[in-house]
């Protein structure tokens, strides 16, 4: 297992090369100039030559990656043009709220995405399956910003419960901290729990078509025990899985709901990073979201040995 553990910390160092390569190339080709952008409307080409030559974007593209990728080994992400700040300083100010909105959502959708899987299956053809079918197909085809407008309006604005937007941090008390964060939790996670609900049903269902199943009823053993010890026990690979795979869901919703609800969170830095081609901050931002999606991915590919006895690495 260790040698299995270290083979994969290895492998995910390419991934995070190509990676960077990919975010820093698709950058400087598309259209527009940080200079320019930085200078205004009222500057001269000398004013943005002069920017570029002090950002070093006038050097050639390997050198640029290559300076970029040193910084990084040392630990240093660079500074953001926009904000004249580091770009790690700016990531750990506004990583709060991107952790606690993807932690709450995380627990919201494992909650009810497994036991609705779950009962789905066992009522396999029954009304509560249909519904959860057509909620699947409605949560992948609603956009989150939509959905998010929708709650603002019939839950902040019309009923007035919750805080149309902001956020409030863990340290000004829980009961606000929850209140700014249910509805864009519950925003984020509709695809989140229509992916899993779905795949839990289907994993869920063929489990019970299994010997073992018929098996342990001819025991006697309880209907509950049957669903959770025996058909989701066995039907777990394919679940964790797709939580897994989901995070980069999470990840690209994190964006649009900060930007929805105002929350101060990476979601709405890269953003702002992205309309004033910040290259550093988007770099930086996209680099750490691919570390966090690589991660999971090998907790995913461990949690196999704990889940299946039979998959050895």
Known sequence: MLFFLFRRV??????????????????????GDPAAALVGDNGTSADIALVRANLGLDQPLPVQFFNWSSQILQGNLGESYYMKQPVTSLIAHRIEPTL???????VLTLLLAVPLGVIAAWRHG???????MGFSVMGFSVPSFVVGYILIWAVALHAQLLPVQGYAYLSDGVGPWLAHLILPAITLS?????????????AVAEAL???????ARAKGISEIRVLIRHALANAAVPIVTV?????????GGVVVTETVYAIPGLGQLTVDAVLARDFPLIQGITLLFSVVY????????????????????
């Open 209 to 215: 078509t299994e010997d073992y199943i018929r098996t």
């Open 10 to 31: 290895l492998s995910t160092l390419p991934v995070l090369v190509i990676v960077g390569l990919i975010v820093f190339m698709i950058l400087r080709l598309t259209p």
């Open 294 to 313: 690589v991660l999971i991915n090998l907790l995913v590919d461990l949690s196999y040995l704990l889940l299946d006895p039979r998959i050895r690495y």
């Open 100 to 106: 606690a909105l993807s932690a709450l959502t995380l």
């Open 190 to 202: 509709i695809v989140y729990l229509a992916l899993i609900a779905r795949v839990t049903r289907a």
């Open 126 to 132: 029954g009304w509560l399956d249909r519904m959860l």
């Open 243 to 251: 939580i897994g795979i989901g995070v980069g869901l999470l990840i």
